[in-house]
């Protein structure tokens, strides 16, 4: 178990690995993540989203950027390496339904969690817009998986190097403003664009699920450390989430709590990877 | 009070057996004085995360084992959970038989080395002890949680643990969710009648609070892993990283993979907290994620360790249980400058244990007893920067018996601190309850289980905090034999 399979090189930072882990792969839904630990007496435990599972190989689909201790580590792992653990699927699956039309925004990494639920959603019998956002050409990942779901894709890139020169809440924006307007958005990526998606559709009543990436140590509600306010309430992202109303989520407060170990991730991260300044 | 060495304490402990005769009357007995449990000192634990209590020399445990008076009606065993023969295991250590000792508390407990740390002895085996009620003070009772834990030691250090027998192969299958105390119990229960055993853990490493909750400095990591390594060696099967209710619905277990029967012991692990105004700021933390990183993640050993803690320099920590003390003592390892332990009523009531409430004083915790944070105070980037408390008193006994704590308008001050636990319990995890259609629960959202530990679901059996709500070590294997011996019964019916 937890063998790696595959890997691949999607851009300059973010990789694709293919592990096996077949209970996870049979019982994961859109929507679920993991917790990934690369070694049992001092790594930490970081959650990661399924990405795509292959039940009849038995094997999951993770893809990740590295851009602290832990994922720079994994990323120096090759095929045939075993990950010491990985425990899922954890949280709550999306709910799939037929909605109607349906627009997806992926930002950065946030496209990988956003296309099992992109294909979920178009299983589902909806009409699936997706709109992709990255800082440039080299950053956009799985444009071609996410095209193969699409019945309009949209690129934008900050630099316009690829699609659009805008930020994804400029289409994002422009959909709401037809008529009939979409049914439901999915908004995945950083927390600031999720804030942002969520505020464009806002004011066009277009209910938005957003994808919520805090902190997490258990991911199995035990610790609380990922515990978002959502409306009046405080929801653990982990059990209750990870998605959540975007029109109800307090991004300020999740945004600060992300930076709550800023001083220790950027000592750990230099003194993790002296082999790997090359 | 001074603190005295391990060296002057067995010193001490043999002079007192010099002066001791053959035959001793109940007044002599009660004449030698309570031994008294070295400790590391103060000044020095501060800084690690060694045990505390270092446990009684032979001597010491000796001259302890002679204040007992071996009642004929033995008290004390009544006030044990799990019922231990205690004036026979006592005869047996002032007789110099550590292994016969050992043997007679195996027979009732599997976790000595445990329970003689961790269980709150001086309101169960201790506190109806006759030697604490003729010296009118439970402090003077017969110190029997540390006899229990020093022959759990001696067995242990002098690699004395035997295997138990196991029965030959019934070819049943059990599964056991949740590796804390009640999962170990029935575990070792139920593989000795030669069922087929496995172990279900969500987290990396088994034990349950034994291992993320209590602390290395006061129950070693080590002692823990021995009694896991036990199991193993009777051959129940561990794995490891498997979420029951995620990985696997309890219902697949019974339908599609075989087992006979199950026993849930997932434990209280969900927190509590206060639902006051700052609760979601940057430094406000459970108990459980403190405890978690620090003990499980080992974020303490900040060179080795990859995950990070919170370098505070001024804690609060809300609540006055077992917890609280343990979240307390560790931010003053990890190098808080101040920790404040922040309790709405008095030191009387605090449920933690009387010994770690010395242990966390002695160590430099501030108390404030009567006390209660009303809202967490923020700077301008989200972050804590102060705590605003009131000030309260005692009224009148509500249904726990306890004296209902009233605030006191206008009394609000504030404590600059940049870091909150919050340790005012924990509930039960809803987990599997919400994924096992028809398992009954309360509606605290604990398992409803019989007197035998059976829940409304056939073959699948409950205990532990997962039936009792937050309780302790001992109750939870108290109740998790229980049902084993119901479960081994249903087993051998099927």
Redesign the interface.
């Known amino acids: 178990m937890n063998k790696i399979r595959e890997k691949k090189q999607l851009s300059e930072t973010v990789f694709l690995m293919r592990v096996e882990a077949p209970l996870i792969a049979r019982e994961r839904k859109a929507g679920q993540f993991i917790i990934l630990q690369l070694c049992e007496d001092f790594g930490e435990r970081i959650p990661l989203t399924i990405a795509d599972a292959d039940p009849a190989a038995g094997t999951i689909t993770l893809i990740f950027q590295a851009v602290g201790k832990t994922t720079k580590k994994l990323a120096l792992m090759n095929a045939g390496e075993k990950i010491a653990a990985l425990v899922g699927p954890l949280g709550t699956p999306t709910h799939i339904e037929n909605f109607g039309t349906v627009v997806c925004v992926g930002g950065g990494i946030g496209v990988a969690p956003l296309h099992p639920i992109a294909q979920a959603m178009k299983a589902a019998g909806n009409k699936v817009i997706i709109i992709m956002g990255a800082r440039n050409r080299e950053l956009l990942i799985l444009e071609n998986e996410m095209r193969a779901i699409a019945d309009e894709l949209i690129i934008c890139t900050d630099d316009g190097s690829v699609g659009r020169k805008c930020l994804v809440t400029e289409p994002l924006k422009e959909l709401c403003e037809q008529d009939p307007k979409p049914d439901l958005a999915v908004a995945i990526g950083p927390p600031v664009m999720m804030k942002f998606c969520a505020e464009t559709t806002r004011p066009y009543s277009v209910p938005t699920q957003v994808s919520l990436n805090t902190i997490m140590v258990d991911g199995t509600g035990m610790c609380g450390g990922c515990r978002v306010t959502v409306g009046d309430e405080t929801k653990f992202v982990c059990v209750d989430g990870p998605e959540f109303d975007g029109h109800l989520v307090d991004f300020d407060n999740m945004i600060n709590r992300l930076s709550s170990y800023k001083k220790q991730e950027a000592h750990s991260c230099k003194i993790g990877l002296e082999g790997d300044s090359q | 009070m001074t603190h005295l060495s391990p060296e002057q304490l067995a010193q001490a402990a043999i002079r007192t057996l010099e002066k001791t005769s053959e035959t001793l009357t109940p007044k002599e007995r009660m004449a030698i004085p309570a031994q008294e449990m070295p400790t590391q000192d103060p000044a020095e634990r501060r800084s690690n995360m060694n045990e505390v209590a270092l446990g009684y020399s032979p001597e010491q445990a000796r001259a302890e084992a002679l204040r007992c008076l071996q009642c004929k009606t033995a008290p004390c065993i009544a006030g044990c959970p799990v019922g231990i023969d205690i004036p026979g295991f006592i005869q047996a250590i002032a007789d110099g038989d550590n292994k016969k000792a050992i043997d007679i508390i195996k027979i009732d407990s599997l976790l000595p080395a445990v329970c003689g740390r961790v269980c709150p002895q001086e309101t169960q085996c201790q506190a109806p002890c006759t030697v604490g009620k003729v010296l009118k003070s439970v402090d003077k009772a017969v110190n029997i949680g540390r006899l229990e834990r020093y022959v759990a030691d001696w067995e242990r250090e002098n690699r004395l643990i035997e295997i138990p027998a196991i029965k030959p192969d019934t070819g049943k299958k059990v599964g056991i969710i949740g590796t804390g105390p009640a999962g170990l119990t029935v575990a070792a229960d139920i593989r000795r009648e030669g069922h087929d055993v496995t172990l279900f853990e969500?987290?990396?490493?088994p034990g349950g609070v034994m291992v993320y909750g209590i602390p290395e400095f006061r129950l070693p990591k080590a002692i823990v892993q021995q009694e896991i390594d036990a199991l193993t060696a009777m051959g129940c099967e561990l794995k490891?990283?498997?979420?029951i209710g995620?990985?696997?619905k309890i219902q697949d277990l019974l339908d599609e993979d075989g087992f006979d029967a199950l026993f849930i012991g997932t434990g209280a692990?969900?927190?509590r907290?206060m639902?006051i105004e700052g609760?979601?700021?940057?430094?406000v933390?459970?108990a459980?994620?403190y405890l978690?990183?620090s003990n499980l993640?080992?974020a303490y050993?900040k060179q080795?360790?990859?995950?990070?803690?919170?370098?505070s320099e001024k804690v609060a920590v809300l609540g006055g249980g077992n917890v609280a003390m343990d979240a307390a003592r560790t931010a003053v390892r990890l190098g808080a400058k101040e920790v404040h332990l922040i309790y709405r009523r008095t030191e009387v009531e605090m449920p933690a244990r009387v010994e770690e409430v010395h242990h966390a004083k002695e160590e430099g915790v501030i108390f404030h007893m009567l006390e209660n944070p009303k809202r967490i105070l923020s700077d301008e980037?989200?972050?804590v920067n102060g705590i605003e408390c009131l000030r309260y008193e005692l009224g009148e006994p509500d249904d726990s018996g306890r004296r209902r704590p009233i605030a006191i308008e206008g009394s609000e001050f504030e404590i600059d601190l940049d870091t909150v636990i919050v340790a005012i319990g924990n509930d039960s995890?809803?987990?599997i309850r919400q994924t096992t259609p028809g398992l009954e629960t309360n509606k605290w959202g604990n398992i409803v289980a019989d007197e035998n530990g059976k829940s409304s679901i056939d073959r699948i059996y409950a205990g532990g905090d997962i039936v009792l709500g937050a309780a302790t070590v001992i109750l939870a294997m108290g109740e998790g034999r229980k049902a084993a011996a119901a479960m081994n019964e249903m087993l051998a019916n099927i």
């Open positions: 969500a987290f990396h490493k490891t990283n498997f979420v995620r990985t696997r692990g969900l927190p907290f639902n609760e979601n700021l940057v430094g933390y459970s459980n994620e978690t990183r993640m080992r050993d080795r360790a990859d995950t990070p803690i919170f370098d980037k989200g972050w995890n809803p987990l």
